[in-house]
């Protein structure tokens, strides 16, 4: 195999996205990636370094995407319509990209300070969405936590076929992030 002209970086990063979000990141392989652009294995390190920065890569591409659909949800809204649209957008992108979205699970090394960017950016999101409810501090930064620990768990359930009684899967993310913005609420007078 020869190396295959034309190709660059991001249409492997791209291809890389696609097969993960296919198969799951568990197919991810420099070999499967190669035969797919019917190229030897060793011609791909002209266009990544190898699986760790391609992991890297993906990680930095799902965080900037997750960013960017959060900030267009919640644009013009505020309060619970923020809260809300901001659970649909998280969803939604688990949904779609749930191979790539598996690449952000954990925290971004210091070292890699575009994920770093991008997912401080996220959480700026979500605390302006939040400062409706007049938190603070440290309480404004558990219940981020709370909230992508609540979509993130309905959701990956979901994309994993978890739900399993013939029940609106719609309703029953809608009663839950409804319960979270209750919770908020009473955050907010305890406040």
Known sequence: MTRR???????VIQAAADLVD????????LAALAAHFKIAVPSLY??????PDLQQQLALLSRRQITQQLGRAV????????????????????????????????????????????EAEAVNIALRVLAHYDLH???AIHMVRGFRSLVHGFA??????????????????????????????????HA
């Open 5 to 11: 002209a034309g190709l660059d970086p991001q249409m």
């Open 137 to 139: 501090d440290d309480m």
């Open 156 to 189: 990956s359930l979901e994309v994993a076929g978890g739900f399993g009684i013939p029940l609106d899967l719609d309703e029953s993310f809608r009663l839950l992030i409804h319960g979270y913005i209750q919770m908020l609420s009473v955050q907010m007078r």
């Open 75 to 118: 644009m013009g809204k505020s309060g619970d319509d923020a809260v809300m649209a901001m659970a649909d957008a998280y969803r939604a992108y688990v949904k779609t990209h749930p191979g790539l979205y598996a690449s952000t699970l954990r925290v971004a090394q210091e070292s890699d300070t575009e994920s770093r960017a991008a």
């Open 22 to 29: 296919r198969e799951g990141i568990e197919a991810l392989t």
């Open 46 to 51: 002209n266009h990544v370094g190898g699986m």
